[in-house]
């Protein structure tokens, strides 16, 4: 049972080409001890760096460091004014606008026991806003930031390729209605960086036997899940 590996680090890393090494952790383990020692907020990802001694948590900080660390030639980045600071407002928006309500959006349709529609209701809405703030802004342009990829799109990348669980719609509708941000995303899809994270991410998933949303196949929602995990705990203190 491991956590589903989340991408937007690697994508940046593999991208770079920085060499790294994945450490799953499974999905009950990710409040206690060892992992709570090295991020207290007991969540993925957390980076420990050796180059430097660093262990760094939350990915919009982690993406922010290995740039500073790693892109040398600035292939990712802008250090001119204002550019500069506009990466830093789409990655603070991408934290703070797209992975909560993408989550909660994702929770309500699918994890959550009861199909509370209000709820469905006020996160969908939500996802779709910031999908219609990014089509806005991408109408005439290839990127969000100048005239090259940056980080500050290739954080956008790994929750807007699950936008069809976070919107409860067919994979290939993800988009409907956003051409813009669907040309974006393709964009970024096709180079082969992204491509080698998801096989890695596509092969540990499936050899631990694991779903999408990082539960065991053929488990219908978290409560499932939940008395499965607290089962097996049982299990091995005996
Ligand atoms: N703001 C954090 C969010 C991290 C996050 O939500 N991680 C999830 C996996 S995608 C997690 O660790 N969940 C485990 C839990 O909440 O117990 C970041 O961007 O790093």
């Known amino acids: ?33 060892p992992l709570t020692d090295i991020n207290p907020n007991g969540r993925v990802p957390v980076i420990e760096d050796p180059n430097t001694g660093l262990t760094l948590w939350e990915s919009g900080a982690i993406i922010t460091y290995i740039i500073k660390q790693y892109d040398t030639k600035n292939l990712l ?11 830093n407002q789409w990655l603070h928006f991408q934290m703070s606008g797209q992975g909560p309500y ?13 199909k509370i529609p209000s709820a469905i209701d006020r996160y969908t809405k939500q996802v779709l806003r910031v999908l219609g703030v990014l089509e806005g802004y ?6 969000l930031v100048g005239d090259k990829m940056t980080y500050a799109d290739m954080a956008w990348v790994p929750w807007n390729d699950r936008v069809d669980t976070s919107l409860g719609v067919p994979e290939p509708n993800k ?8 040309a974006w995303h393709e964009r970024m899809t096709s180079l082969p960086s992204w491509k080698k994270i998801m096989e890695t991410r596509a092969v540990l998933m499936d050899e631990q036997g694991l ?27 005996q």
Request: no cysteine; proline share 6%.
């Open 1 to 33: 049972m491991t956590q589903p590996i989340r991408v937007w680090v690697l994508f940046v890393l593999e991208h770079l080409q920085v060499p790294y090494e994945v450490k799953s952790i499974r999905f009950d383990d990710v409040k206690k001890k």
């Open 77 to 87: 980045t802008y250090t001119s004014f204002p550019e500069e600071h506009l990466l």
């Open 102 to 114: 993408y989550g909660a959006a994702g929770w309500f349709i699918h994890l959550h026991p009861e």
């Open 138 to 143: 991408l109408e005439g342009k290839q990127w």
């Open 175 to 182: 988009f409907d209605g956003f051409p813009n941000v669907k």
């Open 211 to 237: 779903m999408w949303n990082g539960m065991p196949k053929g488990t219908k929602n978290f409560q499932e899940y939940e008395a499965k995990i607290k089962a097996e705990s049982a299990a091995e203190a």
